[in-house]
């Protein structure tokens, strides 16, 4: 087969399909299943709290698509908050994937998730004097 053939896409038209588009909405449909299930095997691995916030967090993320133009707006209104999603996910990524107790999950999330909101601070400020 010649590239004639199959074109391959060009530099543009991938950015274009990353261009903050609104998603469609049944990708948070598809969403469900997967926070079901790793809402369930957290909450079996490491008790009943560890279950229901992952269900609060993986839930919460199912209706960005949804709800795609407010989030995006309150993204941009408050990019530390913005941000500090990350802190639940590397808790509950570390309690799923690895084999290490909730107290060392609490330690390394800490240890990735706090200097977060300094270093958005420090880059938003840097970003205002320049421009």
Do not use: N, Q
């Not at 588009?21 to 997967?34: D, K, S, T």
């Not at 941009?76 to 107790?101: E, Q, R, W």
Request: proline content about 8%.
């Amino acid at each position: 087969m010649t590239t004639s053939e199959h074109p391959v896409p060009s530099a543009s038209s991938v950015r274009r399909a990353l261009d903050g588009r609104m998603p469609p909405w049944w990708l948070g449909l598809l969403l469900v299943p997967v926070d079901v299930y790793l809402a369930i095997s957290l909450g079996e691995k490491h008790g009943l709290a560890v279950g229901v916030l992952a269900a609060v967090v993986y839930g919460a993320l199912t209706f960005v698509p949804l709800f795609f133009e407010e989030v995006t707006a309150w993204s941009k209104a408050h990019p530390v908050l913005d941000g500090l999603v990350l802190v639940p996910l590397i808790f509950l990524a570390l309690a799923y994937l690895t084999p290490l107790s909730l107290a060392m999950c609490a330690a390394v999330t800490a240890a990735c998730g706090l200097p977060w909101p300094v270093v958005v601070t420090v880059l938003r400020r840097r970003r205002r004097r320049t421009g």
